[in-house]
Structure formats: C-alpha cells, structure tokens
C-alpha cells in the first residue's frame, strides 16, 4: 500500500494542515491501492501564498532560463517514465502497455511540442508599421490553479503545468483526488529539475474542499480545468467574484461521420477509438453516423470489434481494454446501458453486467447499440464508457444536422475518399476539432470545444496564450530596444 500524505508546497513535501485520508481504490480489483490526503483551506491557502510569492522572480526570469528547466523536466519525465506508467495503471486502471505507450507518452508529446512552439513565441511584438512606438507584450497572468482529471491524467497536467512554467507563470495543482499518484511522480519530477520554491505546489483533495478553495481563492489569478461541464459550470460561477480567468475543457459526443465512399478500415478504426481508454476520452467518437447504403456492413463490422475486444486486469501484459475508473463510473455506465435499452435502441453486442469470467473489478462490456436516434439518452449523454451509437443518414446535409444537433463540440470525424466532401464537411461541423480519415491532428495544433465542451484551447502556440495577458504600450522607444 503506497502511502503518500503529504502535498508539495514551497520546494518541499509539507504534512496536511488540515488533511482528512483518503484511499485510493484500484479498479481492476476494487482493493484500496494508496492512501493519500485531501487537504483544507490551510492548505489551500500555504500553497497560493508561496506561489504568490514566487511569482514576481519567476515572471522575471529570462526565458531561456525557464525553457531549460522546462527541458530538464522533460529529461527526467523521460527517466521516470516506468514510475509513471504504472502509477496512471494502477489509479485509473489503463492496461499496463496502454499507459507505457500513450497515458505516458502523451506527456512527452505535449511537452516536446510546448518547447517548439515557446522557441517561435515572441513575447514582445510590433503592433504593425503604423505605429512604431506601439509594442503589444505578452505577460504571465499570475498565479494559476489547475484542475484536472482521472481519464488522461499525464495529458492533463503536462497541458497546463508546462505552458505555465514556460510563460512565467506560478501554479496550484490539484489533481483528480481518484487518480493522484501520477501527479505526485510528477512533483518530484518537476523538484528533481530544481525548479524553484513556490512555483509549482501540489495539493491534493476534492472539488468541493481545495477544488473550490482554488476557485474563489483572491489570490488565483486564472483556472485552468478540465473534467466535467458540472464542475466546469461551478468553477465558472465560483470564480467570478474575483474575476479569474476561467478556461474550461469539457466533455465530448463526437460524430465519426462514415460515408459510402470511406476506406475500408473505416468501421474498425472508429470502433476502436471509441473503446479506447475503455471509453474515456473527452474526444470518443461515440457517435457513429453511417451512409445507409453501408448501415448493415458497418453495424456488422462493429459488432466483430466489440466481440473481439478483450477486457481484463490493468496489471495484465496485452492490447486489452481495463477496467473503468470507479464504482461510480461503473454504475453511471450501466445505468446508460439499461436507458439505451428502455429508449428502444437495437442492443447488437454486449450489454449490462459485466464480461464474461470477470466477477471483481469494474469492468465493463463493450457494447453497441444500433438504430440510435439522436434524442435518445445514449445520444444526447456523455456516457464515458465503452458503448458506441450508430444511427444511419441518407445524405451530406442529414449527416451535418445529426453530427451538429448536440450540446457537445468537442471532436467531430469523417471518413470519405472524396476530399471535396471532406473538406465542405470540416468546414460546417460546429466543434473545436475535426479528424478525417484517421489523420490526428499534427503537433502542436490546439486542442479544445465549443458550446458545452468548454472554449479552453490547449497545446502549442494557443496553450502558451491561455496563461499569458496581453499588453498594449505606447510609448516605447525602439531606439533603446
Ligand atoms: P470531474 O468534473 O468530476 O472532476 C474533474 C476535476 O475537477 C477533479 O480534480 C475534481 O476534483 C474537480 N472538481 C469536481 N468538482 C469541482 C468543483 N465544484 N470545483 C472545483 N473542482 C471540482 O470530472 P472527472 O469525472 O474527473 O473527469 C471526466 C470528465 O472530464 C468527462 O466529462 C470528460 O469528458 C472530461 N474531460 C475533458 C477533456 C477535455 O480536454 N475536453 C479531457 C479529459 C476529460
């Protein structure tokens, strides 16, 4: 049982002032895993003053010298990749080999990508020629509370702890209280590179103790978070007597639009994606709209995939899928399953309870539901689990009305050998992202929503941004520069 109580504050790993334990539960076995604490607003409270404290060095500071820690932090993230992998395995339940080759490595990318784009930022700019003694300056806003999840967790926080860092930024984490060890290895890493005392501080606890803390806290310049569009909504208001900026990623209902004409892997490729993670990622595309001519072969195909997805222990070596996160979660899900039912869509693989041989942890069955309507529950609802919906259309205007009829805008998907069509279709589907014929999107390209999925965009040059204000000076004497 690892025991960890203590939060990172100030350069240092302090005893709670006013923590209550907490147990951290395994989900491929349901036993308790790690204890850790929740922390109190004196918790809260040490670890905004020493940000607030380091802020005016640390914004300061030259911005070579905040890339090279940044670089060293990548360094030792790299060393301590195994420590991470398997702490994001054992809390949230990613199969071993998942976590190793995408919970982990998606930190690696987003800092790699950070680095790239913080080398091209400018942060003193011209206006334009019209005004030559006009400089607009990019500038940290302050000190930042960042919010994150259980699905992503390395994702998550290397998306905002990095850009935070590079811009000069100081930083509160908190962390999902389901899956706290990962960050955990995180503080020691970003300690391990020297960064200095009070910028980055960790307390752990849940949403409405530090969470709240966080948000209505005075000395909180801006929140960064991402989970659910409830909390999202409560940070929004809690935040607003103080003004905070508030940037919010939320959840997701994509639509993989298939067309008659896509590839031949096309089914298979958008099954898979929406089991992956065992269903919880923001951007799964849960939503499978399919040309008529296509519906049956497609509901087939997906069927196959579903049946051929093995479930098993997050400990276990293989492609299988885990367990979902939590006995909440599971429920949540199976309660979705029953309502798809109830509402009279076509159940064509699996269902309630859980898979075959598997009597502990929480497992899911990977479930598809054909003749879907977009009012159905299953349609409408973030399900954050392994089930897809797939529902026919019969030409390019009913699949852009179905695919935009949602309160999500997160990711949409399409898959067509025609590029005209392709490209009408990205231009007309409301949300923050769109994918086409399995091409993700390219390094440091933003990631982030419209409507209920939040307006927050993350990663790269747009990443950078969120953390910074923008000052207009007039004045300036370029003579002197
Ligand atoms: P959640 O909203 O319950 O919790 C997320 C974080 O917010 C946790 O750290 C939690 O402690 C904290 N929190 C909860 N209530 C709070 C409150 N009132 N005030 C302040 N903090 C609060 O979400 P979850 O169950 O951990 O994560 C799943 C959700 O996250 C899904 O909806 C998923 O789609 C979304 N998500 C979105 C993205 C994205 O980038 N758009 C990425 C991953 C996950």
Redesign the pocket.
Known sequence: MIEKREFYINGEWVSPLAGRDCEVIDPSNEEPCAVISLGGTEDTNAAVAAAKAAFEDWSQTDPEVRLAYVEKIRDIYVERAEDMSKAISLEMGAPIEMSRASQTTSGTWHIDNFITAFKNFEFLRPLGPHAPDNRIAMEPIGVAGL??????PMN?VTLKAIPALLTGCTMVL?????APLSSIVFAEIVHAAGVPAGVFNLVN????GV??D??THPDVDMIS????????A??SK?AADTFKRVCL????KGANVIFADADEKAVVRGARHCFNNTGQ???APTRMLVERSIYDQAIETAVKVAESTKVASAHLDGNHIGPVVSAAQYEKIQGYIQKGIDEGARLVAGGVGRPEGLNRGYFVRPTVFADVSNDMTIARE?I?GPVLSIMPFDNEEEAIAIANDTNYG?TNYVQSQDGAKRNRLSRRLRSGMVEMNGQSRGAGAP???TKT??RAR?GGVWGLEEFLEVKAISGWDPAAE
């Open positions: 919010i994150t999840p259980w699905n992503w998550q908190k962390p999902s209280e389901i606890g849940d949403g409405v969470g709240t966080l948000s978070f991402t989970g659910s569009a409830r909390a999202g409560a940070i809690a990623e939320l959840g997701g990622s923001c951007n973030e954050f997160l990631f982030g929503g999925s939040g993350e």
